[in-house]
């Protein structure tokens, strides 16, 4: 069965899932950026016997599928695995079952427990070469064990509330600037740690977490919030540079300088913890602002202020927005240079070359985004949108919240590297809300992305650029809420990517297809 065919028959059959077992009020929603909105939760009991049987359950059943189409795939391939740029598919399909205990004097607990299986599948030589749908499955078991399917207790912890505050101890999702559960595949992404949520001053969000481990999405372990590789690449063949690889942080918004190696050899730990500190504020009319603090300690650190002030115009209302984002090094930048791809700075190939950066020993670094919003009661809202990353370091992001989100970033995109431009022009449209689908919204972003051209190296000989080319990108969304059956939604997402060729001569424009089915009981 190819892919195009499963995708339809999937459909199908999830449209046709009897009335029979639709709820007339479900307990919790999926908003449009994929997280979870709980309408129903479990009570506050004062006997250790109601602990569980008030507690409730959650269910979630998922598909989805990726196809990826290069403009012109690049064939490499080293030691029997496909290193080059190869067209490639996924599709995943699962589910998740939720326990929220409920609140014996404050205490309670959630076990959140996950599922994706991969009945049709590429084969294990091309695990690497698996763009989008990678999180379908874990690339390092496919090619250790030729295992296919990730079963994960991503969430299992211990909290403790008291009027509108929550301290969590475990495993956990958490939603910060620049850490994310970004659940738009199978499994989220979680951390290890503790946790404070308070709501308890009117107009106010405070949160406070520290962590000692994360899981992304494509991963079955837990690992270190920031280095790259859990050993050393030296002696090792392709496989097993793969599975190094991809057996701590590998998250595409990382820092491959910030490897184990390069710690080992700098004398510093390989172990690392994340702080986060913020607060947003709506104490002002109109007017919604956020501080941030976010910390590897001794590695690097993150100043964050961002401010959105609504204005009424007419009919209409003008919402500007503004984020500024400084990157402090704290040692990190003399262990890994100043590009993410750790091709420059003290250990790098290309160690001794600037690379065109500044200083390419330091990852001190600063971006500026800024926003304006057109809204009315029309079921249309307009969005134009500006990101500068500053000229020096770029900017490391790897706990999936990502540093121009909610401005300028597209799927896909990372357009936080240093001296890159990039305007976004994004349009929402509500069908239902016009009176011609109910249930049926769409979105679509046009971006222009300006990379730094004279971001490049030399290596044996050859000129290797260490960002992307500029490109024009197109993405299309449309969600469908199944009025037939709460709970249910479709969704559908398309990019079409513009970009210039790379130095090798090499075009690196793409078409991306997605397509999602979620049903929540």
Known sequence: ????????????????????????????????????KYLVVPPRVESLEELVTKGEWYGRLRL????????EPVYREKDGFNLGTKDNWAIGAGASLTLKTAYYYGLGATVDAYTSQNPWHMDRSDAAIVKAGKDTFSRYDAVDENRWQMNVIAQLYAEYRLRKSSLKYGRQKF?????????????PNTFEGVSLVSKDLPEHTFKLAWFTKQKLRDHTRFHDVITYADRSFTGLDTEEKLLAAWANNDDSGGHRGLSWQNFVASGKSTDHDLLVAEVWSRCLPSLR???????????LSYATAE???????????????VRYM????????????????????????ASGQ?????????????????????????PWKLRLGYSHVGDEADIVAPWRGFPT???????????????????????????????????????????????????KVVIDGKEVALQRTDRNVLQLDAIYRIPAVPGLQARVRMAFVDARKRLDGIDPSYNEYRFEMNYLF
């Open 405 to 455: 989100g909610g401005f300028t970033r597209i799927m896909g995109q990372y357009n936080w590297t240093a001296n890159t431009d990039t305007w976004m022009l994004r349009g929402d449209y509500d069908f239902g809300k016009a009176g011609w689908v109910k249930g049926l919204t769409a979105m679509f972003r046009l971006g222009l992305e300006d990379y730094d051209d004279n971001k």
């Open 326 to 349: 400084r990157q402090l090094d704290n040692g990190g930048g003399a262990v890994g240079g100043a590009s993410v791809t750790g091709l420059i700075g003290p250990y790098g190939a």
């Open 64 to 71: 989805n599928t990726f196809r990826w189409d290069w403009k």
């Open 354 to 378: 600037s690379g065109g950066y500044k200083d390419p020993n330091s990852l001190d670094g600063w971006l500026v985004c800024a926003r304006l919003d057109l809204k009315s009661s029309a």
């Open 307 to 321: 401010a959105h002030y609504a204005v009424g115009a007419g009919d209409f209302t003008l919402v500007p927005g």
């Open 175 to 187: 939603e910060s600037l620049l850490t994310k559960s970004n659940d738009t595949k199978m499994i």
């Open 1 to 36: 069965m190819n892919f195009y065919r499963f995708a339809v028959v999937t459909g199908v059959i999830a449209l046709a899932i009897p009335q029979g077992w639709a709820q007339t009020s479900p307990k919790r929603i999926l908003l449009p950026n994929r997280t979870l």
């Open 289 to 299: 602002a956020m501080v941030n603090y976010t910390a590897v300690p001794g590695v």
